[in-house]
Nanobody
Framework: QVQLVESGGGLVQPGGSLRLSCVAS????????MGWYRQAPDKQRELVADISRTGSTNYADSVKGRFTISRDNAKNTVYLQMNNLKPEDTAVYYC???????????WGQGTQVTVSS
């Protein structure tokens, strides 16, 4: 079992920055791909960015050039640096981790990010 705890959300003005963190704990063999998803009101959850254990990254087109995902394997932590935030980035951001073997998918509780003046 893996527990994921997110932190770093909040209210920020357009153009501002936030850094999200997600710490994984529990019993697992290895954390594989970790990532961030978001869900805005009345919309489906979507991938924001993910990162493999070896550091390969993948970003949604809407955040390329503004967001940076990174991880610290020694600390079982994944980060999301969000710069030049826009109102359309407002959503609940969820941390995701794929662990194994045995392979399983885990989610955090989510952290609210609100971009508004």
């Amino acid at each position: 079992q893996v527990q994921l705890v997110e932190s770093g959300g909040g209210l920020v003005q357009p153009g501002g920055s936030l850094r999200l963190s997600c710490v994984a704990s529990g019993t697992f063999f290895r954390l594989n791909t970790m990532g961030w998803y978001r869900q805005a009101p009345d919309k489906q959850r979507e991938l924001v960015a993910d990162i493999s254990r070896t550091g390969s990254t993948n970003y949604a087109d809407s955040v390329k050039g503004r967001f940076t995902i990174s991880r610290d394997n020694a600390k079982n932590t994944v980060y999301l640096q969000m710069n030049n935030l826009k109102p359309e980035d407002t959503a609940v951001y969820y941390c995701n981790a794929r662990a194994g073997p045995p392979y399983a998918n885990y989610w955090g509780q989510g952290t609210q990010v609100t971009v508004s003046s």
